[in-house]
């Protein structure tokens, strides 16, 4: 027990807490333990008893017990950018990680987090709603261990900064009280000696970071010099580091040079920063002219420019033309979106290192190749001085640990000598993780890098979740390549049947597909291990490390499961990366993953004989229909990836054109027919060769992915000669006829030679 003098009761210590949390401007955990009507009578006492305004609170839970903002759990990240005093997070109910990060990560500086949940020593062992999400069939509640919650208690009483009250006794176990020394306040910044923004933009930052940032926004200014180059900046930050301030500032300057700036965010609240910010600068140089809500603006003019508003699928279309494109959160946003906006001749994203919304990281992992293979000149900011809490925030420090935002894979020199032949396979348990952090920490580390979208409810999943195990190469102790695996598969009738007729069923992706989609009832009798996510340190890549994980894999489960399997975004890199390790593809996707803004493979590695008449029936189909998916609903899928994922399938396509459809293809190089005559032929003759050449060497690559967008997808000969450069749709549909007539004199029977050659 840690208790300062005077503290006797709850509402001296959340007097205490709040006191100590302004004075310092950092942040304070309270956690209430104990039953329901408990801590919730004694978070609305500590509210009172810390000042904390009601209009400043937020409830995360499945009650709103307060006459405040209530959100239910699944819906916490609506509060992704947003500030608020107080945000009590109600985990009797449902405790879901993301929850926490997102709660705390609102909560501004002299805030408070209040924690409401049962006695902490019986809590681990308490099974809510999001521990019958990790209950995946053939699994039960019962089979879900509390491991993660185990992990939240022990950092709650070891770190500084949380306060613990038993709520059913009204006794404090721990104050929390740190007693700081008193820190300078910080005052504003000086404008930098050739600054073209406004002086006043500038002596609103807080930190040099947050003017960094500003000037770096001078760059979209139009000074009437030609530009020879398109502009992105990247403003990368932790929560709190004032980089939607930052973007605010910039906003109102760039429209006062009269730019018109469109700032767009996962849902407005996410923006209101930038908004507040950009209407106080306007407001200080009397030059807000017009703005449509004093509450919740989204439309600011200025003399010569504006600064607004558009949600993310509006502002793709990039209406009006704007000059300057601010994506604020861009972490949060599918991979999709965010390349439709290099479509803009300047564009920011301010994105989130770590914390909630950076625990996604679609934007470091995917978007960052895309945009720098863009047009655009990038600049990098980046930001990690606080500006809405101090530095040293206890509270920071602490959400970092449980919920592992910061987890890092081993440093380079540690690793950097890993060979396929010097690493050790190990398995990896909730148990051994537990006890050492540094194992989870580089576990986790790898895979939050590597992956475009690892959240804190993955991290409760990797320790609880009986359905999900970890697997790892290790060089000296040190984990070089890691796996996350679930167990899919082995259901009951009566769920396949239930499946059968269109019940989604969770944690079993891949027998889910085979069974709803593609009609197979059958496809969930098979056990298999689906990698959910694989990941090789950076400092050993291409060495073959990844494929010596799979291998060993395989070896462990090839007795006990009926397939390996993989489900991800097709990218020609990964899917050769799976094919060259086993896999084939059985299905790809007709949409487009949110996340990734990719179509997605399914691909199987059969371990026995089940497995493999699961394998070759699903392949079977996939060449029966993929000619079919490509032309119609995959028609703008890239030809790389296609030509990928036709060279992963197995088995061999049909070449059984009647004795026409061989003339029209053999019509085609002397200009006797049209391709347009009959394409099935054409597509038959373009499937067999991609799939299953006679001799892989007859075409280029780029011969190949011409003939994927013209005979596969049917695009109009126009747009083709555009994508793939000729010098003319008559030299494209020229190169088009050559590729057939080596396809022909490579597929053809004698009397469709004689033909070819008379021509």
Not at 96 to 121: C, E, F, K, Q
Not at 409 to 415: G, M, S
Not at 704 to 716: A, D, I, P, S, Y
Request: negative net charge; hydrophobic residues 40%.
């Amino acid at each position: 027990m840690t208790l300062h003098g005077g503290i006797t009761s709850m509402n001296d210590l959340a007097r205490a807490v709040r006191d100590e949390a302004r004075r310092t401007d950092e942040r304070r955990v309270l956690v209430l333990a104990g039953s329901p009507d408990a801590t919730r009578e004694a978070a609305r006492r500590a509210l009172s008893a810390a000042d904390v305004p009601i209009d400043e609170t937020t409830v995360v839970g499945t009650e709103g017990f307060l006459a405040c903002e209530h959100l239910e759990p699944v819906h916490a990240g609506t509060l992704l950018g947003r500030t608020r005093t107080a945000v009590v997070l109600d985990a009797h109910d449902s405790f879901r990680p993301n929850a926490l990060g997102a709660s705390v990560g609102a909560v501004d500086g002299g805030g408070l987090l209040i924690l409401l949940t049962p006695p902490l020593d019986r809590w681990p062992d308490r099974r809510d709603d999001f521990d019958d999400s990790l209950a995946v069939p053939p699994f039960h509640v019962d089979d879900v261990t509390g491991n993660f919650r185990r992990r939240v208690v022990e950092t709650l009483r070891a770190h500084p900064g949380v306060a613990v009250v038993d709520a059913d006794e009204d006794r404090v176990e721990t104050d929390g009280l740190t007693d700081p020394a008193p820190r300078l306040s910080r005052g504003p910044s000086a404008p930098p000696a050739d600054h073209e923004f406004p002086a006043a933009a500038y002596e609103a930052c807080l930190t040099e970071d947050q003017t960094d940032a500003v000037r770096a926004f001078e760059r979209f200014r139009d000074d009437g010099e030609p530009t020879t180059h398109e502009q992105a900046l990247v403003v990368e930050a932790d929560r709190g580091r004032g980089k939607s301030s930052a973007a605010g500032l910039a906003a109102a300057s760039l429209a006062l040079d009269g730019e018109d700036v469109l700032v767009t965010a996962p849902q407005y609240k996410s923006a209101s920063e930038v908004f507040a910010r950009a209407v106080d600068l306007l407001d200080e140089l009397d030059a807000l002219e017009a703005v449509d809500h004093e509450d919740a603006p989204q439309h600011l003019q200025t003399p010569a420019g504006r600064v607004r508003f558009e949600l993310p699928d509006e502002a793709t279309a990039l209406p009006a033309d704007p000059d300057v494109v601010i994506v604020d959160e861009a972490a949060a946003l599918p991979v999709r979106v965010l390349e439709q906006f290099l479509d803009a001749p300047n564009v920011a994203f301010t994105t989130t290192v770590h914390g909630y919304e950076g625990a996604g990281r679609g934007f470091s992992v995917r978007f960052r190749d895309r945009l720098a293979d863009s047009d655009h000149e990038v600049t990098d900011v980046a930001m990690t001085t606080p500006i809405r809490y101090a530095a040293g925030d206890p509270v920071e420090s602490w959400a970092f640990r449980a919920l592992m935002l910061d987890a890092r894979p081993a440093v380079e020199p540690l690793v950097d000598g890993a060979t396929p032949e010097s690493v050790a396979y190990r398995r990896l348990t909730a148990a051994e993780f537990l006890a050492d952090e540094h194992l989870l920490r580089e576990a986790f580390g790898l895979l939050v890098l590597a992956h475009y979208r690892t959240e804190p409810d993955d991290l409760a999943r990797l320790l609880d979740a009986p359905n999900v195990s970890a697997r790892a190469l290790t060089h000296d102790g040190h984990v070089v390549s890691v796996a996350l695996l679930a167990r899919e598969g082995d259901l009951s009738a009566d769920l396949r049947a239930d499946m059968y007729e269109g019940r989604r069923v969770r944690g079993n992706m891949i027998p889910d597909v085979l069974t709803t989609q593609l009609r197979d009832e059958a496809a969930a009798i098979p056990v298999g291990q689906r990698v959910l996510r694989i990941a090789t340190h950076p400092a050993v890549q291409s060495r073959g490390i990844g494929s010596r994980l799979l291998t060993e894999i395989r070896r462990e489960f090839a007795d006990s499961v009926d397939w390996l399997g993989v489900g991800y975004g097709a990218t020609p890199e990964l899917v050769r990366f799976w094919a060259a390790n086993g896999f084939r593809t059985v299905h790809l996707s007709t949409t487009r993953n949110d996340a990734s803004g990719e179509y997605s493979a399914i691909m199987l590695d059969p371990c026995s004989d089940a497995g493999t008449d699961l394998a070759e029936r699903h392949g079977g189909w996939f060449l029966d229909r993929v000619a079919s998916v490509l032309s119609d609903p995959v028609d703008d899928l890239g030809p790389p990836v296609a030509r990928a994922v036709l060279a992963s399938a197995s088995g061999t396509p049909p070449l059984d054109l009647s004795a026409w459809e061989w003339r029209v293809v053999a019509g085609v190089p002397g200009g006797a027919t049209t391709f347009d005559t009959n394409p099935a032929p054409f597509r038959q003759l373009a499937l067999r060769h991609l799939v299953d050449p006679a001799d892989p060497d007859t075409l280029s690559s780029d011969e190949e992915r011409v003939l994927v967008r013209k005979v596969l997808q049917g695009h109009e000969w126009e747009a083709v000669a555009a994508e793939f450069e000729f010098v003319s749709t008559a030299e494209c549909m020229r190169s088009v006829a050559r590729t057939v007539e080596r396809l022909v004199r490579l597929y053809a029977d004698d009397l469709t030679m004689e033909e070819l050659d008379d021509r």
